[in-house]
């Protein structure tokens, strides 16, 4: 099968996937599929990826590459192993990110992603900028009726790591509130849209590329702005005092040293973008009573969830599609900040 393939990691981003053919891969297990690629998204985490940054968690040992990146799958259904009954080939089908036992008490609770025997397709097995790629039964949800693979593979990931980040700022956020999102890109348009469907708090979207300015307007965001110099004082004067809560999509940069800055007394930052360090006084989280947290990936339900909004037309991903072969210009483009919304590569 044809896959793009890591060889190397580069903190500057100077290596490029290799398109090579590859054997495809089989079933080893009785719960694992096969799942025929329908599309991939590609994530701010593969830049990541290439950089190094993964590294240290993903390749301990430093024997992991080459490999197949992709994290954000979705398809149908190949083959299956023999105890899997919940699907079939043929299906269509979108792919949790994280392959979970199901078994461990994490799981137990719901908490897939904190799994204590986990796998993540993409990050630290094979994933899929591919032809096929494999997981398991307990990651697969079927598409609803006139939902393409094409329509909804980011919302593997990006999707449901936006949504449970827009979640949980719906539960601190009365009509009438303030929440600011950062960064409205591939994650940062699916928060915005969630927001609006689950709370009567007041949107407003920060952003300074023009095109996501547009998509934010077009989405229903209440306020947008462009991050400028002033942006503290503009929200400040915005909101009468600052916004009750914050998610910051892009989390390096300086942004996480801003993002606590524009809260009101009482307000929480949700960290969901990574790569830069918080650095808050004391004194600001006892006086003024502000929480920071973060918010990682998403569940199993919560992926389930946001399938039954966008198969309602409520949620939607805003994407641009490049073909496997292009899946280096696609990664340049992400990095040079080319497209809005999310890059999808079909094989």
Request: contains cysteine.
């Amino acid at each position: 099968m044809k896959a793009a393939r890591l060889y190397e990691y580069d903190p500057d981003m100077n290596v490029e996937l290799k398109i090579e053919n590859v054997p495809p891969p089989t079933i080893t297990a009785p719960d694992e599929v096969i799942v025929k690629v329908g599309a991939a998204g590609l994530c701010r985490t593969d830049l990541h990826i290439i950089e190094g940054v993964w590294k240290d968690i993903m390749d301990t040992e430093g024997n992991l590459l080459p490999y197949v990146m992709g994290h954000e799958n979705a398809g149908w259904i190949e083959d299956v192993g023999s105890a899997v009954t919940s699907v079939k080939p043929g299906d269509a089908v979108i792919c949790h990110p994280f392959r979970s036992c199901g078994i461990c008490l994490d799981c137990r609770y719901g908490h897939d992603m904190y799994c204590d025997h986990g796998q993540f397709p993409g990050l630290g097995i094979d994933g899929g900028f591919a032809e096929y790629f494999k997981t398991n039964e307990s990651s697969l949800i079927k598409l609803n009726t006139g939902i393409t693979p094409l329509e909804v593979a980011p919302m593997a990931d990006a999707g449901i790591t936006a949504y449970r980040a827009a979640k949980k700022a719906a539960k601190l956020l009365n009509p009438g509130g303030y929440v600011m999102i950062l960064g409205v890109g591939g994650l940062g348009h699916i928060a915005l849209q969630v927001l609006k469907e689950t709370c009567g708090a007041r949107v407003i979207a920060v952003d300074r590329e023009p095109a996501a300015q547009v998509l934010a307007k077009e989405l229903g965001a209440d306020i947008v702005l462009d991050g400028g110099p002033n942006l503290i004082e503009e929200i400040k004067e915005l909101t009468g005092g600052g916004v009750h809560v914050a998610i910051d999509f892009v989390g390096e940069h300086g942004t996480e040293n801003t993002c606590w800055k524009l809260l009101r007394q009482g307000g929480e930052l949700i960290m969901v973008g990574y790569g830069g360090t918080i650095e808050v006084p004391t004194l600001e989280l006892v006086a003024n009573e502000i929480k920071i947290g973060g918010s990682l990936v998403g569940d199993f339900v919560e992926l389930v969830e946001l399938m039954e909004l966008n198969a309602d037309g409520k949620v939607k991903m805003h994407q641009t599609e490049y073909s496997l072969a292009n899946i280096n210009q696609a990664i340049s483009d992400f990095k040079d900040r080319k497209f809005t919304g999310r890059g999808v590569i079909v094989p």
